[in-house]
C-alpha cells in the first residue's frame, strides 16, 4: 500500500491576519509539493487555488508540475475566471474552483488531484459510500461519486453542483477527486482523508467482508462531532438507508444533538445523510 506524506515539518498559514498573498503562494507551493511526492498527482495533473478576498483567487497554473512550482508562476483570476495577475495562464479547470466558492461562502480553499486507490474507486464507478471508519464518518461523512463530465469544460463543473453543498469531498468519475475548506491545510487533509479510506476499503474488499457502523454508532457519532478535535466540514452526517421508503423509521434527535435534525433509518448496508 501506498505511504502518506507527514506533514509534520511543514507549516500551513491559515487564513486570517497572518494570510497575505505572499504566505498564501508560499503555502500552495507547499501543498503542491506534498501532493507531488504523495503520489497524489502526476506530471502537470491536479490543481489548487485559495480564495483571497471576495473578488480575487489565487490558482495554479496550467500545463506545470505542482511539485515544481515557484511563488512567481501562480495566476490571480477574478470570480469569473478572467487573469487578473501572472505571466502564466491559468488551470483549465477553474470553472470548478469558482462554482464551489460560489456555492460555499465557507470554503477558502480548492484541491485536485488524482490519488491512485481513490481515483481507482472512480475509474470503477464506485462511490465511497461505506460507514467503515468512524474518523471518516464524523470529518467527511461520506464521499460520493459524480458522473464524468469532460475535464476544462462547463460540463464538468455541472456533474459536481448537485453534490457541492453537501459534501466537502467529492470522486469524479475517471478523473480524480476534488477536496475543499476553510483553508489549505484543511482542504489537503481532507485529501488525504480520502485516499487513506479508499485503501481501508480496498482491503476490506479483497478480504471479501466489510462490517458497516450501525445506526446506534452512527447516532453517537451524529452526538459527538462537534465536540471531535480538527474537524472543520461543514457537510451533514450521514444515515442509515435502506428499502422500501415507507419502512423507514423517523426518529427525532434531541436538542443535544448538534443537527436538530431527524435521522430516518433502517438497518442496512447503505447509508445516506440526515434530512
Avoid: W
Wanted: proline share 6%.
Amino acid at each position: 500500500m501506498h505511504c502518506f506524506c507527514t506533514i509534520s515539518k511543514v507549516t500551513f498559514v491559515l487564513l486570517g491576519e497572518m494570510a497575505t498573498e505572499h504566505h498564501l503562494r508560499r503555502e500552495i507551493i507547499r501543498c503542491g509539493a506534498l501532493l507531488h511526492t504523495c503520489g497524489f498527482i502526476a506530471a502537470t495533473d491536479g490543481n489548487l487555488s485559495v480564495r483571497l478576498d471576495s473578488e480575487r483567487v489565487l490558482v495554479t497554473p496550467t500545463g506545470m508540475s505542482k511539485g515544481m512550482m515557484k511563488t512567481s508562476d501562480l495566476v490571480i483570476v477574478d470570480m469569473e475566471g478572467r487573469k487578473l495577475k501572472g505571466r502564466r495562464e491559468v488551470t483549465s479547470e477553474i470553472g470548478m474552483h469558482l462554482l464551489v466558492y460560489r456555492m460555499r461562502p465557507d470554503v477558502n480553499a480548492v484541491v485536485h488531484a488524482h490519488p491512485r486507490t481513490a481515483t481507482g474507486f472512480a475509474a470503477a464507478g464506485m462511490a465511497l459510500n461505506q460507514p467503515l471508519v468512524c474518523e471518516v464518518v464524523i470529518g467527511l461523512g461520506q464521499i460520493p461519486l459524480a458522473p464524468y463530465g469532460t475535464p476544462g469544460t462547463p460540463e464538468l463543473a455541472e456533474t459536481l453542483k448537485p453534490l457541492i453543498p453537501d459534501f466537502d469531498a467529492i470522486l469524479m468519475a475517471n478523473h480524480g477527486v476534488v477536496t475543499y475548506g476553510s483553508d489549505l491545510q484543511s482542504a489537503y487533509m481532507k485529501m488525504e482523508t480520502v485516499e487513506h479510506f479508499a485503501q481501508i476499503t480496498l482491503v476490506t474488499q479483497l478480504l471479501g467482508k466489510q462490517q458497516p457502523l450501525d445506526c446506534s454508532h452512527l447516532e453517537k457519532l451524529l452526538a459527538v462531532r462537534n465536540r471531535y478535535g480538527g474537524v472543520s466540514s461543514a457537510a451533514r452526517m450521514p444515515a442509515f438507508f435502506d428499502q422500501p421508503e415507507a419502512d423507514l423509521v423517523e426518529e427525532p434527535v434531541g436538542e443535544s444533538k448538534p443537527f436538530g435534525h431527524s435521522i430516518r433509518h433502517r438497518p442496512g448496508t447503505g447509508f445516506r445523510r440526515g434530512n
